[in-house]
């Protein structure tokens, strides 16, 4: 349902700025990343170049690497459903298979990766529908994805209690916010994967650890 709640406001925004309908919903099952797609709104308003775009959408989903790492041991056997189950890991995903122990992970990646790519497509092919006649009637739209990491990331800490990932990524955003204005999202995960890169093996080592205990 959070998904739901994302992919129609982003739908509606990108109908709102002039995106093409079919361009808008391909995104949605080949880029895979709401925080990319509402990112390229405003690039295809302005009318960058597709370059920038490109770079700009490497840099701001590098962290999916982190997520690939994590997660590649426990994706199915078959080539098909593997690949599928890794190209289409989202923070969503993420959060829900890193509560899972390892068998479950196992019997539900693929699942759950075909779930939310079509939850995400799908959702915006409503947004898309709604269009205009419902986007000027509600205010602050683009706060739909925000929002739902918010909850996510609440959720996660009442899961496994783990409070060093928020203080990285408050670290991370207080930086960008020193940095720039206009780019503080990308320059934020940056400075988090650098801070995540150079760590201790002892400090995420233990994390996880204590994760798995509190799973088991």
Request: include cysteine; hydrophobic fraction near 50%.
């Amino acid at each position: 349902m959070g998904y739901f709640a994302a992919g129609v406001a982003y739908g509606m925004l990108a109908t709102n700025a002039g995106m093409p309908a079919w361009f808008t919903i391909v995104m949605s099952f080949t880029v895979i990343s709401g925080t990319a797609q509402y990112a390229a709104i405003p690039f295809f308003v302005s009318g960058t170049g597709a370059i920038s775009v490109f770079l700009s959408t490497l840099l701001m989903s590098l962290r999916f690497s982190f997520y690939t790492l994590n997660m590649i041991e426990h994706k199915p056997k078959s080539r098909f459903k593997g690949l599928v189950s890794i190209a289409s890991l989202t923070d969503e995903g993420f959060a829900v298979l890193s509560t899972l122990s390892k068998e479950q992970r196992e019997s539900f990646i693929f699942k759950v990766a075909v779930l939310c790519v079509t939850y995400w497509t799908f959702s915006t092919i409503v947004g898309v529908l709604l269009g205009d006649s419902v986007a000027n009637y509600i205010p602050h739209l683009d706060f739909a994805l925000p929002c739902l990491f918010a909850i996510l990331a609440y959720e996660q800490y009442k899961n496994q209690k783990q409070w060093k990932p928020v203080v990285i990524a408050l670290i991370g955003f207080l930086l960008a916010l020193q940095i720039t204005e206009t780019s503080v999202l990308l320059v934020a995960i940056l400075i988090a994967i650098v801070i995540v890169t150079f760590l201790p093996k002892s400090f995420t080592k233990t994390e996880h650890k204590g994760a798995e205990n509190e799973q088991q």
